[in-house]
């Protein structure tokens, strides 16, 4: 269904995928971006099981902005194994304004899909979306 703020559509691959990662834990993450010819939210890579957190990183574009998400696997200060998924809006300053405002206007909706989403974390540059920041937002949350 097309978001009404940005005429933005989410193909139905990418609930698909996220059920899997959530409940079948079948990826460590997935990278979707928003295709400019059909104007949809789809799935542009998958990372395996055994993928880290780097690999995420290392998969977004330095120019162009993407959401992703993260299944993330911690340890507390209790010692307990937990797991928790996290929504990363990646719009780095080098990409253009339309880009942008395109991904800007989109994400609420979008986020919203993809139901057992835990944390949300918006990032302009790969400082604000290092690991210790990501397993200090899990922890305390």
């Known amino acids: 269904m097309a978001n009404a703020a940005s005429g933005i559509a989410v193909n139905d691959n990418c609930n698909h995928k996220f059920l899997e990662l959530k409940a079948k834990r079948n990826y460590r993450y997935i990278v979707f971006k928003i295709e400019d010819a059909t104007q949809q939210v789809v ?10 957190y780097e690999d995420l990183i290392a998969s977004l574009p330095a120019n162009e ?8 696997d911690f340890t507390t ?20 304004v339309r880009n942008k405002m395109v991904y800007a206007s989109s994400k ?13 974390l918006q990032a302009t540059d790969l400082s604000e979306m290092s690991y210790d920041i990501v397993k200090e937002r899990a922890t305390s949350h």
């Open 43 to 52: 799935v542009e890579k998958l990372g395996e099981p055994n993928h880290k």
């Open 65 to 72: 902005c993407r959401y992703a998400v993260f299944d993330l």
């Open 77 to 96: 200060e209790e010692n307990c194994q937990k797991s928790k998924i996290i929504f990363i809006a990646w719009s780095p300053d080098s990409s253009r």
């Open 108 to 120: 609420d909706r979008f986020r919203k899909e993809l139901d057992g989403v835990q944390i949300e």
